[in-house]
């Protein structure tokens, strides 16, 4: 067997060119937040539906303004006024004036809207305009918002707040996407207990399977814990199989020792129609990482460090499951003490975000990578790219909320 | 009443001031992601509870290995092997070594493991070390991850999948969170139909409750939804009374005319108990914003207009769901075209997030308030600050992702 390591991008595109696209399912437009749409969406009507005022005022035509002025106010008659949620039972003719609420329906022959603040009431039927208004001026026009038969969301877009309101006002009440990814998790390592045991010598609870699937929730997965297995290759092949079965994806993990890493190794590789894509990441923490594909279904092999594992799942898992995240841009941000990496290795350092004169600041947190508390007081990562040997206090580099 | 006019920082600032502290209750580690701790949590015991090798190598006694290289290797007794997961059962003596795994315990005695690379097996029972190691070298102590009795986690912390590692490695099998606030909805307008609905002429769909329903349920908060209520001020304040009874904050939205914003001013203001912190905020898009405490209740009457409301909800509301959230710093980005705003005033614009060159340039996005789409077409909102005049492009402005 061939034994690969990857720089963490080109493993990250190695994974997601085998990704088999998920299937469908429609849902309420209530329960669409953070879901991810399977296909474009297209308006089937104009909104707004009708020319709208944005203003409290008198609906008027343009014209009737020009040259208006407080020496020298436009005087137009009150014909009308129109209603809320109702349509104007008349049109405004020239010299003319309805009263109009924002979000009224301007009258035919209208075309734009006086703030009442630039005008003055003369008499119950008689309006001063202080100010004129250019043709469209405080309105909103027909299909201003959306046109009929526009795309209005692309497919792939993870809906957000406002995207629910834009669905809203094109009252799309139900909306196709993709089911939630199942991703299998299976711990390992014959030291391992449940986190309710007390750890005899030698023991210790189980941090990644908890950690992982907490992880997968907050990437819109739905994580299915396979549980903790020994350190034995037919167990082992038995639960792959199994979380295969039921899962898009599935996440090894524990099993940081050598001989613990070729069990991994040689139980994924086992299965039938198994292959290993990669083996050893230039990244650290995280090196120890395997990558394969077996059937169509994504496996990752993930080192059994806590820290390093989560890590690793940031960069190479969760993009997988969240495609579209626009956000993995980095901060910058100032380095608050200088720190080495080896170049030909991209590394992550665990840091506190401090505001220092305005100037967010990252402060590394060392550690070895076992210890799962230095990256619960992280606030995120710092990230030194493959080609550089370190980055001095007071540089900018990247960050990355966690 | 006296109408008082807020920046957006000094109304968040009154709001928060009145907030209650919302009851606790205990839920299962696996659903505890996103949940805002309701005290500080404390470790029982050293984690681990034991000295473990972070490398596959030897245990050793560090002073045997003090001046080994490969022309003269220190040669070691190979007198024992530590099993995963269990005690090892004898110790490691001056001049021995045993095998270890990584996450092996320390046998008593030994002080550093031996990466198994630095060293070479001369027969099954000796083996070379050809680099020295120094004391605790390779391993972690106990306790080095969380020492018995430390503050692990503090109150008001909201639960990350390296904060569920942490307290997963504790054996924190339960924990004590905040209850989810729940917030009610009320939509206002006698233009407004359901989402389900063909608006007749005249008539919109409702954007806003299911817009801020969702951007509740984002903020982690659960939404409650009352409908959307006629501009009627008996039927307004029926339904306001039903909301605070079953809510800790309630939204009220829509009504952008005059009228009805002092319909919405009334509803509250003559709830029994009521008290109106602020009305108007000195912020575009947003001014027409109401605050209010009603026994302890807040009610918060946002914008009409969908665009200003979720701003509003953004900076306003989200941040008294949210206090912990240390990630509202913004973005540095720089701006792709000029903006004009109004000195006295804090604006916020609509914008496109591209990379150019490597450098993340926010492209406005402009377009009136009520157009829903122009924020879902933007990844987020620049913003100006109060004291200036607009900014030009090419300048560094704050960006905040949507």
Same mark, same amino acid.
């Given at each position: ?53 944005? !203003? ?15 020496? #020298? ?9 129109? *209603? ?7 049109? %405004? ?11 009224? !329906? ?8 006086? !703030? ?8 119950? @039927? ?18 201003? @918002? ?6 209005? $969301? ?6 957000? &707040?406002? @995207?629910?309101? #834009?669905?809203?006002?094109?009252? %799309? ?19 391992? %207990? ?45 639960? #792959? ?9 599935? $996440? ?19 299965? &039938? ?11 650290? &923490? ?29 960069? *190479? /898992?969760?993009?997988? #499951? ?32 401090? /505001?220092?004169?305005? %100037? ?35 540089? !900018? ?6």
């Amino acid at each position: 067997m061939l034994f690969t390591t990857l720089t963490l991008a080109a493993a990250r595109q190695k994974l997601a060119e085998r990704l088999c696209p998920l299937p469908c399912e429609e849902v309420p437009l209530a329960e669409a937040l953070g879901r991810v749409l399977s296909g474009p969406v297209q308006a089937r009507e104009d909104v707004p539906g009708f020319d709208r005022a944005t !203003m409290d005022g008198f609906a008027v035509r343009a014209a009737d303004t020009f040259g208006a002025s407080e020496g #020298l106010p436009a005087y137009l008659r009150v014909t009308g006024e129109v *209603l809320m949620g109702q349509a104007p039972n008349g049109r %405004v003719g020239p010299g003319e004036a309805w009263r109009i609420p924002t979000g009224g !329906m301007l009258p035919e022959g209208a075309d734009a809207v006086v !703030m009442v603040e630039h005008t003055e009431e003369v008499s119950s @039927d008689m309006v001063a305009v202080l100010r004129p208004v250019a043709p469209e001026e405080n309105v909103v026009r027909r299909g201003d @918002d959306v046109r009929a038969g526009a795309v209005i $969301l692309p497919a792939g877009r993870r809906l957000r &707040p406002q @995207d629910i309101g #834009l669905l809203a006002a094109c009252g %799309v009440a139900r909306v196709s996407v993709a089911k939630r990814p199942v991703v299998g998790i299976i711990g390992t390592g014959d030291e391992i %207990v449940g986190i309710e045991a007390t750890p005899a010598p030698g023991q210790v609870r189980d941090v990644n399977t908890p950690a992982l699937a907490a992880a997968v929730c907050a990437a819109g997965g739905v994580p299915v814990v396979f549980g903790v297995v020994r350190d034995e290759l037919s167990a082992l092949e038995e639960v #792959l199989s199994e979380a295969l079965a039921a899962a898009e994806m599935v $996440l090894l993990t524990g099993g940081s020792s050598v001989g613990v890493r070729d069990l991994t190794l040689r139980a994924v590789a086992a299965l &039938p129609g198994a292959e290993v894509l990669f083996h050893g990441l230039a990244v650290k &923490p995280g090196k120890p990482t395997v990558g394969a594909v077996v059937n169509g279904r994504l496996v990752v092999g993930l080192p059994g460090h806590p820290v390093s594992a989560l890590v690793v799942f940031e960069f *190479l /898992v969760r993009p997988l #499951l969240e495609p579209e995240r626009i956000d993995r841009v980095p901060l910058k941000v100032r380095l608050g003490r200088s720190l080495r990496s080896a170049p030909g290795r991209e590394d992550y350092f665990r840091a506190r975000l401090v /505001v220092e004169n305005g %100037v967010l600041v990252a402060e590394p947190i060392l550690g070895k990578s076992g210890l799962i508390a230095t990256l619960s007081e992280a606030e995120g990562l710092i990230r030194l790219p493959l080609d550089v040997a370190g980055a001095e206090a007071g540089e !900018m580099v990247d960050f990355f909320l966690l």
